[in-house]
């Protein structure tokens, strides 16, 4: 995504939210579950991503590589909800670390998808 066709993009880094405006210094960060907003104007549009990098160029461009990207206007509430229900009961059976690994992933995604719908 080129930065000169937008105003400024904010990602959800894994030190924090991190505004990139065009002119930022080269960078590479790490993405965790949350909110990427791309701001064009006086227009917002806002994805949910579960992980992955944005790779700032010094030339006002970013690459931004998302496992999973989905528009939050096309997220269900009412299916993060239940993903939220089913990865917690997971975790209270879980018996292998693999498996209580991958509860606490499932929970820690819906958690960031609930607060996302909510925040």
């Given at each position: 995504?080129?930065?000169?066709?937008?105003?400024?993009?904010?990602?959800?880094?894994?030190?924090?939210?991190?505004?990139?405006?065009?002119?930022?210094?080269?960078?590479?960060?790490?993405?965790?579950?949350?909110?990427?907003?791309?701001?064009?104007?006086?227009?917002?549009?806002?994805?949910?991503?579960?992980?992955?990098?944005?790779?700032?160029?010094?030339?006002?461009?970013?690459?931004?590589?998302?496992?999973?990207?989905?528009?939050?206007?096309?997220?269900?509430a009412n299916l993060?909800?239940?993903?939220?229900?089913?990865?917690?009961?997971?975790?209270?059976?879980?018996?292998?670390?693999?498996?209580?690994?991958?509860?606490?992933?499932?929970?820690?995604?819906?958690?960031?998808?609930?607060?996302?719908?909510?925040?």
């Open positions: 995504m080129g930065l000169a066709g937008v105003d400024m993009v904010i990602v959800p880094a894994t030190t924090g939210q991190m505004g990139v405006l065009p002119g930022h210094v080269a960078t590479i960060a790490e993405l965790k579950p949350g909110v990427l907003s791309v701001h064009e104007g006086n227009e917002t549009t806002k994805y949910f991503v579960s992980s992955g990098f944005v790779f700032i160029h010094a030339n006002s461009f970013a690459d931004i590589i998302a496992v999973e990207a989905v528009p939050l206007d096309q997220i269900d993060v909800q239940k993903g939220l229900v089913e990865f917690t009961q997971k975790l209270s059976s879980a018996t292998t670390d693999l498996e209580k690994a991958e509860a606490q992933i499932g929970i820690d995604v819906h958690s960031a998808l609930n607060s996302a719908l909510t925040g």
